[in-house]
C-alpha cells in the first residue's frame, strides 16, 4: 500500500494536472471557437504534437500488458511499439500533408472529400461505436485495477474518480487541455516507468545477469512463422496493416496532427513520437523480463503474468518512488481517456451533428462537443457495472471488433492516396466487404467448436496478423476491381486528395470555412526546405535505431 509520501505525490500529481489543463484554456478562443475547441486553434508545435501522440497511445492497459506480457514470452510484444516508429513517419511524410491542405477536422471528413457522404457516415459510426465499446471500456477498467490493486480504493471508486477527473478538464478546455496534460503526463509516464526498470535491473544485478538468466528466446523478437501469437511473416506483412489504420486514420491519434500550425510542425511531432515510440521495449517490456527472472529464483511470486508491474512496484520500489510510479500509471490512463472522450466528441459533432444541422454557429458546435463529452462520460460510468459481468473471453471479443474492420479502412485510405482512378462505389465496396468478412470471422470465434477442419476451420485459425495481410488484400482487391468497372471520379472532387493532383487546387473550401460567423484558418501548408532536410536527416537515423534494435533483439 502507498505511504503518506506516496500519496503526497500522487496529490501533487491532480492538482498540476487540472493547473496545466486550466491555465493553458484560460483564453475564450479555446472554449467558444469550433476550431479552437477540437483542434486546439490549429497552432500547436511539435513538441506538444510528439508527446500527446505518445501519450494517448499509452495507457495503463498497455503498461500492464506488455510487462505482463513480456514475463510470460519476452521481449517479441515490443515488436508492435518499434514498429510504430515507423508508421509514424508514414503519417508525417505521406499523410500529413494531405490531411492538413484539405482543412479537414476529422478522418471521416477526409473520406467524404475523397470519395462520398456514404464514406463517411460508415467510418464516423464505426468509429464512435468501437470507442465506446473498446478505448472507454479497457481504459476505465485498467483505472479501477489501478486504484484497487496499489492504493486500496474499491473499484468502483477508483473508476469514478478516473471518469469524472478526466471529464471535467476535457469538457471544460477541449483539445488544447488534452494536448498540454498529455505533454506533461508523458514526463510523469516515463519517469515512473523508468524508475521500475532502472530499481529493477539493480535488484537482479544488471543487463548482463538479465539476458543470463531470462528463458531461451526470450530476448528475441523474432519468431518462427508457426508462432501463435508473433509470428514473423505477421509482423512484417500484418502488423504494419493494423499500424497504418491506427497511427495513419483513427481519429484518436491523427487529431493530434489535424491540430499542428503547419506541415513541418506537424511532421517534426511524428518523428519526435517515432523516437519515444521506443521507449516502451525497455521501460515497459524490460520489468516484465525482470519480473520473469526473479520468479525463476524464487524472490517473487505471481498471480498471473499481468501482475508482474504491480508486485514490482510494491516490492522493489521505496517510498515516493512508488508514489511517482503510481502517478505514471494514473498519467497513462487518464490522458488515453480524455484523448478518445475528445476525440469521440469531435465526430459525434462534426460528422453527425452538423452534417444534420449543418447551419450550427461555431458557439453551439462547441456546446454541442462539450455536452458529447459529457454524454461520453456517462456512457462510461454506465459501462462500469457491466464490466465484471463480462466474461473474460466476451470481452475479448468485443476488443477485437475494430480491430477486424481495420484493414478495409486503411485500403480505401493507402490506396485512395495513390491512385486517383478508385472511386466512391469501390470504397463503399470494400468497406462492406471487410465488415462482412470481419464480423464472419467474430461469429465463427464465437462458435469455434463448430468450424471443423476445411476451409472454415483455417479461416477461423489463421494467425490474426495473417488474418489482417489477408483481409486487406481482399479489401483492396475489391476496391480496384469495382473501381475499374465503374465510372472513374470526378478530376475536381479529387483534386489535391492523391499523389497525382497533389499540387491541384481545392475544389472546394473547407467545411471549417463555412460554419455561419466562422473565422477559421487552415493551419500553413507549405513545408520549408530547410526543415525538410534537417527532418530527413532525423527519420533517417531513427530508421537506422529501428534496424539496430531488431538486429541485437534477434
Known amino acids: 500500500m502507498l505511504s503518506n509520501l506516496d500519496w503526497a505525490v500522487v496529490v501533487l500529481y491532480f492538482v498540476v494536472v487540472f493547473a496545466v489543463a486550466f491555465g493553458v484554456t484560460r483564453g475564450r478562443e479555446s472554449r467558444e471557437s469550433a476550431e479552437g475547441y477540437f483542434l486546439g486553434g490549429r497552432n500547436a508545435g511539435w513538441f506538444v504534437i510528439g508527446a500527446s501522440l505518445f501519450a494517448s497511445n499509452i495507457g495503463s492497459e498497455h503498461l500492464v500488458g506488455l510487462a505482463g506480457t513480456g514475463a510470460a514470452s519476452g521481449v517479441a510484444v515490443a515488436q508492435f511499439e518499434v514498429l510504430a516508429s515507423l508508421i509514424l513517419l508514414l503519417l508525417g511524410w505521406l499523410f500529413v500533408p494531405f490531411y492538413l491542405r484539405s482543412g479537414v477536422f476529422t478522418m471521416p471528413e477526409f473520406l467524404e472529400r475523397r470519395y462520398s457522404p456514404a464514406a463517411r457516415w460508415y467510418l464516423a459510426v464505426i468509429s464512435i461505436v468501437g470507442y465506446v465499446l473498446t478505448k472507454i471500456s479497457v481504459t476505465i477498467f485498467a483505472g479501477g485495477i489501478v486504484f484497487e490493486a496499489l492504493m486500496g480504493i474499491d473499484f468502483w471508486t477508483g473508476a469514478l474518480i478516473v471518469v469524472v477527473a478526466t471529464g471535467i478538464y476535457t469538457v471544460f478546455g477541449g483539445l488544447r487541455a488534452v494536448l498540454y496534460t498529455d505533454m506533461m503526463q508523458m514526463f510523469v509516464m516515463l519517469g515512473g516507468a523508468g524508475a521500475v526498470t532502472l530499481l529493477g535491473l539493480r535488484a537482479i544485478g544488471g543487463w548482463d545477469t538479465l539476458a543470463a538468466e531470462a528463458a531461451p528466446g526470450f530476448l528475441s523478437m523474432w519468431k518462427p512463422m508457426t508462432d501463435p501469437a508473433f509470428p514473423w511473416t505477421g509482423i512484417l506483412l500484418g502488423a504494419p496493416i493494423l499500424g497504418v489504420w491506427y497511427w495513419c486514420t483513427d481519429q484518436f491519434i491523427v487529431q493530434r496532427v489535424l491540430s499542428a500550425r503547419n506541415v513541418d510542425e506537424a511532421r517534426r511531432g511524428t518523428i519526435f513520437a517515432g523516437f519515444l515510440k521506443l521507449l ?184 490474426f496478423l495473417h488474418f489482417a495481410l489477408f483481409l486487406f488484400v481482399a479489401c483492396a482487391a475489391v476496391l480496384v476491381l469495382v473501381s475499374l468497372v465503374t465510372p472513374a471520379p470526378d478530376p475536381a472532387h479529387i483534386a489535391a486528395l492523391t499523389v497525382a493532383t497533389r499540387d491541384q487546387p481545392l475544389a472546394e473550401a473547407p467545411e471549417a470555412m463555412t460554419i455561419p460567423g466562422g473565422h477559421e484558418h487552415l493551419p500553413g501548408t507549405k513545408s520549408d526546405d530547410g526543415w525538410r532536410r534537417r527532418d530527413l536527416g532525423w527519420s533517417l537515423l531513427l530508421v537506422g535505431l529501428v534496424g539496430l534494435i531488431w538486429i541485437w533483439f534477434s
Open 280 to 463: 516502451p521495449l525497455f521501460i515497459f517490456v524490460v520489468p516484465g523480463l525482470i519480473a520473469h527472472v526473479l520468479v525463476q529464483r524464487g524472490e517473487m511470486t505471481l498471480s498471473s503474468p499481468d501482475a508482474a508491474l504491480p508486485t514490482l512496484i510494491s516490492t522493489l520500489l521505496p517510498e515516493g518512488v512508488r508514489g511517482l510510479v503510481v502517478a505514471g500509471l494514473l498519467a497513462a490512463l487518464m490522458s488515453s481517456l480524455s484523448s478518445v472522450f475528445n476525440s469521440c466528441s469531435t465526430l459525434i459533432t462534426w460528422d453527425v451533428y452538423r452534417k444534420l444541422h449543418p447551419e450550427a454557429s461555431e458557439r453551439r458546435l462547441v456546446a454541442v462537443g462539450q455536452v458529447a463529452t459529457l454524454v461520453m462520460v456517462g456512457f462510461g460510468l454506465l459501462w462500469i457495472p457491466m464490466m465484471k459481468l463480462i466474461s473474460g473471453q466476451l470481452y475479448q471479443y468485443l476488443q477485437s471488433v475494430q480491430a477486424y474492420i481495420s484493414p478495409p479502412i486503411a485500403a480505401v485510405f493507402l490506396v485512395g492516396i495513390f491512385w486517383k482512378r478508385v472511386n466512391s462505389q469501390g470504397a463503399l465496396a470494400a468497406l462492406g466487404t471487410g465488415f462482412v468478412l470481419g464480423l464472419a470471422r467474430l461469429v465463427l470465434e464465437l462458435n469455434k467448436g463448430a468450424a471443423g477442419d476445411g476451409l472454415v476451420g483455417a479461416f477461423v485459425g489463421m494467425n
